[in-house]
């Protein structure tokens, strides 16, 4: 799933302890994530045995050693998988745009299976870690920048990318005192509605990041911004889902793409501010919601289709110069 965000409130919420106006709100679920919440007899199953094993770890490691088995068990997968090494390669090659050494082969495919590894075991044993301790494991960069575009009280729209973990980021914003929504593929993966369904029934009061599907007509888009949520999708897409959707033709790592504007569009009629922002993993399992600027202050904007053209191409820059600082973020292997 890919996160959104937005606040509770037009205040700024501090980090500390939630208050109990956020706690016992809960953020309805959308008829669409209703009907395919369940999970399968053998998934089930499956999940909560290595759902169990990871919690033993856990007690008896704390977080920081299971941090590291984590990216051991990633190391070892590293060494096995060579098909998938194989793909990262390629990906690779083309995100540089040149062929890479084999030290930086090694490093950034080394480093993305052990990222990749974490980012699942967290999620998975995130309902094991005490609330105060998994709110101080994500960290912010520009966030007065994020906090003023909530404070006007019209929704904001953060464009985000493939690259990170946004689903992560899905539960970690609730715990700061955000309501957040986002926007994911129809063909949702089994572990998010397994991690689901056990923070619905261990912290009914939680607030839940509500999901909008990709596909889905864009009625649920307006309402969220218009109730005060700050929506997040990624634009960064590979295929055209709908030859009717409006895109803008992009360049980015050497090929012409065609990124949707229909996001876009939707926050300036909504008169929402729109903000590009990364998830960039940490060490030990910390998290930092990086806010890169605003790409359109709807207050500002003169004429629409120029403001929409000038931000999906001031994104797809950001979205390449990022994804090269950090190769190891490449996702869809």
Known sequence: MVAGLAKHTAKRVKTA??????????????PAEDADSGVGAWEHVSFSIVHAFAAGLLTILRLRGLYHVARGFGTIEW???????????????????????????????????CQNRCDR????????????????????????LFDEAVARGRGVYTTLAHHG?????????????????????????????????????????????????????????YRCLQEGYALGSA??????????QKHEEVEIFGQRRFFPTGPIRIALHCRSPVLQ???????????????????????????????VRQA???????????TRARPSLISRV
């Open 79 to 113: 060494l096995v998988n060579y098909k998938r090494r194989r793909r990262f390669a390629a990906a690779l090659e083309a995100v540089l745009g040149r062929r890479p050494t084999g030290y930086e082969r090694r490093r950034h495919t080394r480093e993305y299976f």
């Open 121 to 144: 075991l967290f999620y998975l044993i995130f309902d094991r870690i005490p609330r105060d301790q998994a709110a101080g494991l994500l960290t912010f960069h520009n966030r007065e």
């Open 277 to 307: 922002a990364f998830v960039l993993p940490e060490p030990g399992f910390r998290y930092r919601f990086d806010v890169v600027g605003i790409l359109i202050d709807p207050d500002a904007v003169e004429e629409e289709a120029a403001a």
């Open 17 to 30: 302890p939630m208050s109990e106006a956020i706690v016992n709100q809960t953020i309805a679920r959308t």
């Open 235 to 244: 634009l960064d897409i590979s295929r055209v889902r709908d030859a009717n």
């Open 165 to 221: 973990a946004q689903h992560i980021l899905g539960l970690l914003m609730p715990l700061h005192g955000y309501k957040v929504a986002g926007v994911r593929d129809r063909r949702e993966g089994a572990l998010r509605r397994f991690v689901q369904s056990r923070l619905d029934r261990l912290y009914p009061g939680l607030g839940r990041a509500r999901v909008l599907f990709a596909d889905a007509f864009p009625r649920e888009t």
């Open 312 to 322: 999906i191409h001031t994104y797809a820059k950001n979205v390449e110069a990022q």
